[in-house]
């Protein structure tokens, strides 16, 4: 091995390098990563197609709420067209006071452990509110609380206003404001 490496590799002090030894070396160092390259193939081919038994399944899990709106007198006001489960559009008329309850659906294997909902107002949709947390088992402020129900108003001016309700998977990183029994005042500003 010794004379190998003093034939094509070792330079002394005064010689040149033949073109020889150089050929040499990069045809060395281009089979040494060649080899490297495939030594690192094999190996991440083996750890992807390995297959792990388990009895756990995986699920998709959703979130969302009920809402039901009713105007003070009774009457029930409905979402407009294209709203669904997870957002809903509502346009309470002028000078109305109307009662949106937003509730968890009950039986539904997929949904989410928490959410919360983000309510907003106004014909430009560009004020928000959050609600406080949907769940059971949730913490807060050093107690247990379970939430399946919250109830907010909103009252209008002299020009209908449009509430947009979308539910939100997780936990809201703004503060949430609305409690139950809250008052959204439309020419009101939030802030967060």
Not at 125 to 142: H, I, S, V, W
Request: hydrophobic share 35%; proline share 3%.
């Amino acid at each position: 091995m010794r004379a190998l490496y003093e034939q094509y590799f070792h330079i002394g002090e005064n010689e040149r390098i033949s073109d020889k030894k150089m050929l040499v070396r990069i045809v060395a160092t281009v089979l040494v990563v060649i080899i490297c390259l495939l030594g690192m193939s094999v190996t991440s081919i083996a750890f992807y197609t390995m297959s792990i038994e388990s009895t756990a399944t995986v699920a998709a899990s959703t979130f969302y709420t009920k809402v039901k709106a009713v105007k003070t007198s009774d009457v029930e006001i409905k979402a407009k067209d294209g709203s669904n489960k997870y957002s809903s559009l509502y346009t309470v008329p002028p000078k109305t006071e109307c009662t949106f309850t937003l509730t968890l659906p009950e039986n539904v294997d997929t949904l989410a452990d928490t959410g919360y909902c983000k309510i907003t107002v106004g014909n430009d949709l560009q004020k928000c509110y959050y609600t406080k947390q949907f769940g059971k088992g949730l913490k807060e402020e050093n107690q247990t609380v379970d939430r399946t129900t919250i109830t907010f108003k909103v009252k209008t001016n002299a020009d209908s206003t449009d509430i947009r309700i979308q539910s939100c998977w997780g936990t809201c990183s703004y503060k949430p404001i609305i409690e139950d029994s809250y008052v959204i005042d439309p020419l009101y500003t939030p802030t967060h």
